[in-house]
């Protein structure tokens, strides 16, 4: 069931007293199976394979080897193009296990149904299936699985193994410090709009690479998507997080609808994860929404309508059915002519809102958007790294 809703304003994001915890690894690439960490973990399968071990900037941005040659792609809101060659949209996939935070979900549901007398108890949860012959089915060469169904592109968990190293670097509970109650939440924040860097460069490209910015939004995905992000709800600049939380999602419709003038959207793509990526996506999005009745993210029934229109199954965590429903609910006439898109700096059409003043995301172009969000929240960087701390301050805010 979720959450009652509450006023956002009604949220005390500092409360309490400092405590210092230990908890596991949002990253690191380590083999530890679905019963370990909080977002979905891979491990490096082959120490010799292309761009192994290779530092990320920002939060991670792959260097995918994927520019086509001698064929102009751009990125963005323009007309249907050539698709790509084949060979920059040829990538090697990789199993994942089911996380940690989905089991653990599962669980509560079946207890909540066997308390009722309507279902089983909370041990009953299958959790066989992460397992082939007692060995973890994490970081396996999806082609030897072709059953298996959680999967993601190489270059995705290599973004995906950085971008929970670059999130332990401004854990202070890792690092047995206290700075201030929001501490970890804002270090998360500055991680999400360090992507939000790399996402625009990449898109923004007039050859943009697909594969490349698509392993971004794979990463991301994971984090969102887990109870690792809770430190990062309760941050106190709600303006900020809920313009992230906004940009985020208009920059995985944006990605979308390039996959669909690329001719790349649909069950046959090569990208075989879309909806399992869309699906994590949804579900971040209810997250938010039921934190409180000012949250809201109003882009997840034009993400559910743009992957279910090109016929592709949506996948994700054990509730996915309900969140797909909830953002069936909430999805605008598709019927209503599309307006057309202003230029930059100008107020988004009426025609492009519902009654209640609710974006419909029926006309947007990326570049408008994330310039207005520039302007107004970006702040990107390094400047809640604790790795980069001088041991002086490293020891004024130590716990030990």
Known sequence: MPRPKRALADLDSNAGAPASKKRSSTGG??????HTGQTLQVVQVDEAREGDGRKLKSAGAPKSAATAKGKKVTSGDGGREAQPEARELQRRYLTVCRPMWDIEMEKRRKQRKGKDGQGSSYQDVDEGEEFDGGNCMHGKPAEDRPDWTRIFTEAGTDY???????????????????????????????????????????FSKKEAAPATFWSMIEGLACFVASDDKNDWFMIDDCDSLGATIEIVGVAVISTMRFLAQKGLLSASSPFKNIGLVAGLYLSFA??????????????????????????????GPCDIAETVESARDERYDEDKPVPKVKSRGKKIP????????????????????????KKDYFRPGSSFDISKFTKAKLKQHSLL
């Not at 009426?350 to 947007?364: A, I, P, Q, V, Y």
Request: glycine share 8%.
């Open 29 to 34: 690439g380590k083999d530890t199976g679905p």
């Open 160 to 202: 995906m193994q950085n971008l929970g190293e670059e999130l332990e670097k401004r854990d202070q509970d890792m690092h047995d410090i206290y700075v201030f109650n929001d501490f970890s939440g804002y270090g998360q924040h500055e991680v999400v709009h360090n992507v939000l860097k790399d996402f625009n460069k990449e």
């Open 286 to 315: 209810r997250d938010w929404e039921e934190i409180g009745e000012d949250c809201d993210a109003t882009w997840a029934s034009r993400l559910m309508s743009q992957v279910e229109k090109a016929g592709i199954k949506i996948s």
């Open 350 to 373: 009426n025609n492009d809102e519902d009654d209640e003043g609710n974006r419909l995301w029926m006309s947007w172009e990326w570049k408008n958007e994330f310039a207005a969000f």
